[in-house]
């Protein structure tokens, strides 16, 4: 019989890289990890790292290890999910990331409704991109991960995760100029307008730069990115003194009324979608599912689509 905290250890060199990455999320030393990792080559009889420089690699033996190691894992979480919805009250910790305008609009409205509903139930969130979120949820660092898409970029779905989707938010054009200015004829034009005027746009290399340049390219000019930032309250900030056009999404007000001018993009760019991911064999886990539901409520008076 297999050792399973060796078998998760190997898990964790998979999902976070080295030796070192396993040792200081786990709180251990890397000789200490690597002492363990060789135990377990022992038991399995076969070789599990080769060295590569510095670091080591998984050998396919390791992967099918891991593969399986995923598969009692997943057992193990609905069976934690099974003695959670035996009990009558939600009590532990739930640890959630989610990306800025969801944990800004969403997230504490679903925390007031989640501690007047499971007072006992501990809710931690740490803000986060999902190009870092997600990873880290394969990797047990969080329980759910408010993620997003944008049009015409889907990011890699796990088989080892379960995505719900949440919601669309809309996402319109935030322009420079006075609200009473006259329009271009379209969507497409009113952005081409802009072709001339700074851009705020979030880092190279995210989905939303990546939407963002294909949309104004698609109009037919190469956006003049002046501010850079990952922040849309800057963005917002901005375009609100006539800094830099921006692309803003709905959810950046939360219903409050806009305070810039707001114009619709082009067919196919106009929203992007909203889900939460959990591990497979989580989903069934009552403060999963309560969390769910309390976005869901939050979503409602503010959901646009």
């Known amino acids: 019989m297999f050792d399973l905290h060796r078998l998760r250890l190997l898990r964790e060199l998979k999902h976070r890289g080295t030796l070192a990455a396993v040792a200081a999320a786990l709180s251990y030393s890397p000789s200490s990890i690597s002492q363990q990792l060789s135990q377990l080559e022992s038991e399995v009889g076969v070789r599990l790292l080769e060295p590569v420089g510095r670091r080591v690699r998984l050998t396919p033996q ?6 399986h190691t995923e598969a009692v894992l997943e057992r193990l979480e609905q069976a934690e999910a099974d003695i959670a919805a035996s009990l009558t009250d939600l009590t532990g910790t739930l640890r959630i990331a989610s990306f800025q305008t969801a944990a800004l609009a969403l997230v504490p409205t679903a925390l007031t ?3 007047d509903a499971h007072p006992n139930l501990r809710i931690h969130v740490t803000q986060a991109e999902p190009m870092d979120a997600l990873p880290a949820l394969l990797a047990r660092d969080f329980d759910l991960v408010i993620t997003e898409e944008y049009p015409g970029d889907p990011h890699p779905r796990p088989a080892e995760l379960e995505q719900q989707p949440l919601c669309d938010d809309p996402l319109r054009l935030a322009t420079p100029s006075p609200t009473d200015a006259a329009d271009p004829a379209g969507p497409t034009e009113q952005l081409r307008a802009l072709a001339d005027h700074p851009w705020v746009m979030e880092p190279q290399g995210t989905p939303a730069r990546r939407w963002a340049t ?4 698609t109009a ?27 692309l803003l999404p709905d959810l950046a007000w939360h219903g409050r009324p806009p305070t810039v001018a707001l114009r619709p993009l082009p067919d196919g760019h106009r929203a992007r979608s909203l889900f939460t991911a959990v591990r497979s064999g989580s989903s069934n886990h009552p403060a999963i599912r309560a969390f769910r539901r309390a976005l869901l409520q939050a979503i409602s008076p503010v959901d646009r689509s």
């Open 62 to 67: 390791a992967e099918i290890l891991i593969a």
């Open 113 to 115: 409704l989640l501690r």
């Open 214 to 217: 294909a949309l104004c390219r």
């Open 220 to 246: 037919g000019f190469e956006p003049d990115v002046r501010f850079e930032s990952a922040d849309l309250v800057l963005h917002l900030r901005l375009a609100e003194q006539g800094h830099a056009a921006a």
